[in-house]
């Protein structure tokens, strides 16, 4: 069935407290807004709304599509309400922060705090020729703490990609939108269908066995991201891969220097085979601390916040 075209909360809709302001982003699943609290704070607020399964065409109450579509849309209801739950747990630095969560107008909204920067597709498309290894290097390992804290809590983020993470004014990498994410450590099967980004998505998005999403996969999509930090394009999507692999070694496609290690390092989340990747963020993040063997005095462990901070105060 077509995806409706979902109509947006209007603006000045109190929402349990929260002032509606504007919408800020819309996909297939859900509606992003900006909202203030009673004192005044910026929040974003996510609304669980499934085009495909759900309408709202006027007020604010949210109508399933057909009766067949309500077993598939009360089950994306409640992984999007426990993923709130579990994503509230989390507070760290690196992880956009949840406030709040709460049912209303017949499905579920996500509170999160409110960032002013600039994701970092925004940097690749507008600043990618000072990318420094060093640079990138740091807001990778950066990543990987939120990462790493994300999987300790029996999370998948399963989306990452330029555009899910944020830097924010002084410099911080954050990941937002897990809207991707399931409880997939569980062995609850999963009922619908995974999102995905072609060409960020590992192979195993593609297929339906139970068990083969795992940390794995997210390291398969920061590899991704990091070949597009250096090439300004992502590679080739995963399941064309599978049936024919053209992916173009980033060696050709960048006019700066990085070292060997960073190349082998990239090109190691990038396997098809997930057990050829580095298998967690913690491992991920020990392999970006080595300094190549080419340059060893390379210092990329040191002041790690200072070439993030330098490169976004301007």
């Known amino acids: 069935m077509p995806s409706q075209v979902n109509q947006p909360l209007p603006n000045g809709y109190m929402l349990n407290g929260y002032r509606i302001d504007k919408p800020l982003s819309s996909g297939g699943f859900s509606i992003v807004y900006l909202a203030y609290d009673e004192q005044g704070t910026p929040f974003a607020i996510k609304e669980y709304l499934p085009a495909s399964l759900a309408l ?3 007020g604010a109450e949210v109508r399933i599509v057909e009766a067949e579509h309500e077993q598939v849309f009360r089950h994306g209801l409640r992984c999007f309400f426990e993923e709130g739950r579990s994503l509230a747990l989390i507070s760290h630095p690196n992880v956009v922060r ?3 969560f709460f049912r209303a107008n017949e499905t579920v909204y996500m509170v999160m ?10 940097h690749i498309q507008r600043n990618r020729h000072e990318f420094t290894e060093a640079f990138i290097r740091a807001i990778f ?3 990987m703490n939120g ?6 809590n029996k999370l998948l983020h ?5 555009a899910n993470i944020y830097i924010a004014m002084e410099g911080r990498p954050v990941l937002l939108d897990f809207g991707a994410a399931r409880i997939a450590l569980s062995d609850e099967p999963q009922k619908l269908k995974p999102m995905y980004t072609a060409g960020f998505a590992a192979p195993e998005h593609y297929r339906s066995e139970p068990g083969e999403l795992g940390p794995w996969s997210d390291m398969y999509s920061v590899g991704a991201t990091m070949y597009t930090c250096i090439s300004g394009t992502p590679p080739q999507a995963a399941d064309s891969r599978v049936k024919k692999d053209h992916l173009i070694p980033l060696r050709s496609l960048t006019k700066q220097e990085y070292s060997d290690h960073l190349y082998s390092l990239i090109d190691a ?5 997930h057990l050829e990747r580095p298998q967690t963020a913690f491992e991920m993040q020990k392999l970006l601390s080595e300094a190549p063997k080419e340059d060893p005095k390379r210092g990329f462990l040191d002041n790690l916040s200072k070439p993030i901070s330098k490169f976004f105060s301007r």
């Open 56 to 58: 709202r065409s006027e």
């Open 141 to 143: 390992m950066h990543l």
């Open 269 to 273: 989340c990038l396997k098809l085979d």
């Open 113 to 122: 705090q409110y960032l002013r920067g600039r994701t970092l597709q925004f």
């Open 158 to 162: 399963l989306d990452i990609k330029p």
């Open 147 to 152: 990462l790493r804290e994300v999987h300790a």
């Open 98 to 100: 949840v406030e709040n």
